[in-house]
């Protein structure tokens, strides 16, 4: 199957600092999607990406699609306590969505 | 964002015995709706896609006698665990993708269940 490589997998952070994360796969997606899960919760959408090169915002968030296709990464500027999670890339093609193993943040007060 | 609901948020139940969970699109028609599972500290593992009025599609490795998954509409899929056994006590997650606007690629995800066999 489809491969997606996260990292880092966990990061320990001031609050106030800014975070980056990404995913990088050996097979181009035709999109790339952002998620956030707080414990025994469901993944919540961040952004979602659909064209090659596309920059997205979403408040303190900013997530690029790569050029060629096949990363994509995540920013979050100055971090508060509430980013605290795990955050997960995802890749869809041909109607499947392949999931990253995920980058755990935690954010220090 | 669409909303995608779970029921029940957890359940225990007894060795051998089934359990329904039901995945409903609230605010929009789901086209195709996902059964993941995830174990501790592990990403999500895609158990099948089920797109409405026609047989689920089942990953490798993942029974699909055991793991019956029904998509009766577009709003509504329910995986069922039969003869459920402590091994398969997870944490299950349905997603559900449908069109908003032109966009059909948008995946959002139910808050889980929690299935603990005892």
């Known amino acids: 199957g489809q491969q997606l490589n996260q990292s880092p997998q966990s990061m320990f952070i001031q609050e106030g600092e800014d975070v980056s994360m990404n995913c990088t796969s050996s097979?181009?997606?035709?999109?790339w999607l952002w998620y956030k899960q707080d414990p025994g919760e469901g993944p919540v959408l961040l952004i979602a990406l659909y064209k090659a090169g596309e920059l997205t915002s979403n408040g303190r968030l900013t997530a690029q699609f790569g050029i060629t296709r096949k990363d994509s990464f995540l920013n979050i500027s100055a971090s508060i306590p509430s980013d605290v999670g795990i955050y997960f890339c995802?890749?869809?093609?041909?109607?499947?969505?392949?999931f990253g193993s995920g980058t755990k943040l935690n954010v220090k007060p | 964002g669409a909303v995608v609901s779970q029921h029940p948020s957890w359940v225990i139940c007894k060795s051998g015995t089934s359990v329904k969970i039901e995945c409903r699109s609230l605010d929009f028609q789901a086209t195709t709706m996902f059964w993941y599972r995830q174990f501790p500290k592990q990403s999500l593992m895609l158990m099948a896609t089920s797109n409405e009025g026609s047989k689920a599609t089942y990953e490798q490795g993942v029974e699909k006698d055991k793991f019956l998954i029904n998509h009766a509409s577009l709003t509504l899929s329910t995986l069922t665990v039969t003869s459920a056994h402590p091994e398969d006590s997870s944490f299950y997650i349905c997603?559900?993708?449908?069109?908003?606007?032109?966009?059909?690629?948008?995946?959002?995800f139910g808050p889980g269940t929690r299935l603990t066999v005892t």
């Open positions: 995802a890749g869809y093609n041909f109607n499947k969505f392949y």
């Open positions: 097979s181009i997606f035709n999109t």
């Open positions: 997603s559900a993708r449908g069109l908003r606007g032109q966009v059909s690629y948008e995946q959002y």
